[in-house]
Every structure is written in C-alpha cells, then in structure tokens.
DNA sequence: ACACATGTTACTTTAAAAATAACAGGATTG
DNA sequence: CAATCCTGTTATTTTTAAAGTAACATGTGT
C-alpha cells in the first residue's frame, strides 16, 4: 500500500496557521507549502474543523485554531483525521476451520490495541506547541537560512 | 494505501508452527490457514530465518522455532520483517522554502520517533508465548467448536 | 457583477502490498 | 536413479487505498 501522512500534512496546517498568521492563509498558500494540492488541504481543514481544532469561515481565508496549540495533542489531531485510527492492520483473512487461523484475529486484536493504547498515550503528551517549538529551534539551527 | 498485515501474517506462521508441531508445516498447508499462498509464506519464513527466530532446512517441511516462545517478542517478529519499521509516515515532499515546509520533516522525525519508541517498548513487552496463551483462551470460550 | 474564497463530491492516477507464477535445487521414497 | 514433494528466491501481474485532480455550489468583499 502507500503509506498515508495525512497525520503529516494535518500538524503541517496547524503549524502553518499558528506560526504564520499573516500570512496568506488560503487553502492555495497552505498547499504550496505542502507541496500539494489545495482540495486535499480543504478537505483535511474540514476535518480539524469538523473535530473542534481549528475554526474556519466560508469564503474568508481567516482559519484559526479554536484552543491554544498547548491543549491540542498529537493525538487530537490523529483522531480529527481518522475517528478509529490503527497503527498496526490485522489480515482478515485466516481460515476459520483452523485452530490458529480461527482465533488469531482477535488474538491480535486484544494485542494490537495494547501498542495502539501505548503510541496513543504518548502522542497524548505530545502538544502542538511543543512541535511548533522544536520546529523552530530547527530553523535557527540551519547552516543557511 | 492497503495498509500490510506481514506482521500478523508472521506470527500467524510462528504461532502455527509452535502450535501445531505434529500437522504439516509446508508452506502449503500454512497458506491454506492463513488463506494466502505458498510463496508468500515461504518468503516470509525466510526472513524470519534470516532473523534468527526460525529454523527450517531446504526440501523438508520441518521449521521450528529457533528459542523458547516466551523469549520471542512482537517486536522481534517486526524487526524480522521490516528492519525500519514505521508506523507514522512523514510526507517528504514539502516545499524547502517556507518556514514550515522547510523544517516540518525533521521535527516531525523527531517526534514519531518517540512515538515509535513507546509502541515498540510494548511490543518488546508481548511474548509470542503470551500470545499462544491468549489464543487458546479464545479457543476455548468458543461457543460452537 | 466580479474576483476569489471555502466546502464538498466525484473521478483519475499512483504506488505499495498481495497474489501469482516460475524454477533451481534439496530431501525422501520406491 | 527417477519420481515426487519440498524449500528458497526472483520476476511478474493484480489489487486497492491514498493522493492527485477537477468541478461546482455557495459564501465574502469590493
């Protein structure tokens, strides 16, 4: 499969619109940004919307976060964009008729969800700020600038 | 993307072959309970061959697990599999001459990478004999066996 | 009215995984 | 030693989910 980064491309907007506010903040400026298109920036803007992380107006290219970029996690923004996100994939596919084919599934199941629980509670205590952060001490670390 | 379910498909292998010693363990007849095909199957066991989990011998059908179940990790079995694993994907292509653009990779590698940390700190946690164990649990609360 | 924005839907392209095929060799049996 | 089944490996085709693109109804401000 293709490996997604939507995760990727959604903490891009919100650092976008936090650290750039004067920027142009339509949905063209952001994709040049992405180096993507500016559909997929709007429709990934809907979906912070839609979950409460950023505010938008129809028309108006004034996105905003809704809450300081200290109280948004990591996390926030992974279920913004996936409601049931699963960072390992089970194949569904295994042979009900045999012991290990048919019971494998929620074997794993039950096993998956203990990485998932763990990756999650760290992406907890991961705040947009804090990337907002790092992401600036890498850019003053730039040989050029 | 398909997201890949290698991971689940080798423990399937490596629980099976612990499992069920006394069956047939050609790649054939572990295909028909994973419900995928023989050479998929022997290229896995390869790698976990390669990885030290797994013994096999060219011409017989007789694999083994190369050390106790209880001494063999989720994580290994990943490690085997996938010697980089990644479970959040960045997107590469960002435009170097914005601000964001131009530092979002590396700060953002730097933040999966604790993400990736903690999850693998569980899965180094998590036996493929805690795994075995659960199964049979699961077999056994079966209604209709 | 016009220019430009968002929000949403539908369609096309793409790339990674899975599926399949093929075959050189090792093992076992009669 | 021929026949048969196996492994291990490489190459090719198919599938499918994400990304890319297009289109358009509708909101905004001059």
Known sequence: MKSSHKLSDAVHILTYIELLPNDDLSSAAIARSVESNPSLIRRLMSQLTQAGLLTTQA?????????????ISLRDVLHAIDPAPQLLSIDDKTNPQCLVGGNIQQTLNDVYEEVQTAA??????????????????????????
Chains 1, 2 share one sequence.
């Open 120 to 145: 999650e509670a760290k992406m907890a205590s991961i705040s947009l700020q804090s990337i907002i952060d790092e992401l600036l001490v890498h850019a003053a670390n730039k040989p050029t600038d």
């Open 59 to 71: 028309g108006k290219a004034t996105p905003k976060l809704s809450r300081p970029a200290a109280t």
